[in-house]
């Protein structure tokens, strides 16, 4: 099923290239990465299966709309996509937010986000 597209978007350029990375090595889809949510808006009629979408997405472009102007607009886009927020922010209130907004998952950065974002993608995708 290599016909799936997976996007991730986060302005870490490092962790964006290994979560791309990571993804490749353990599924067959295709993958592509945005630094920011605008770069993704403008390929969303690529018609992504998944996105991975950062939280904050302003430390390369200051004026960068933050994920959850980001969410809001692919989902108005698309309510198919499935979309997987990534963050390190660990408080409840703002994992109970993307989720309203229209994630399936809110994903906490740290040493098990490969793997949580493994089971994620298999879940969703197959």
């Not at 889809?29 to 018609?47: D, M």
């Not at 904050?56 to 198919?80: P, T």
Request: proline share 2%; hydrophobic share 40%.
């Amino acid at each position: 099923m290599a016909d799936k597209k997976i996007f991730i978007v986060d302005d870490d350029a490092m962790l964006a290239t290994m979560l791309a990375d990571h993804v490749r090595g353990t599924t067959p889809h295709q993958v592509s990465v945005f630094h920011t949510g605008e770069e993704c808006l403008a390929q969303l009629h690529l018609h992504p299966d998944l996105v991975i979408l950062d939280y904050y997405l302003n430390s390369v472009v200051k004026d960068a709309a933050d994920g959850m102007r980001i969410l809001e607009k692919i989902k108005k886009l698309d309510r198919q996509v499935h979309v997987i927020m990534l963050s390190s922010q660990t408080q409840y209130g703002i994992a109970l937010q993307t989720v309203q907004k229209g994630a399936e998952q809110y994903v906490i950065k740290g040493k098990d986000q490969f793997d949580e974002i493994d089971r994620l993608v298999k879940e969703m995708l197959g």
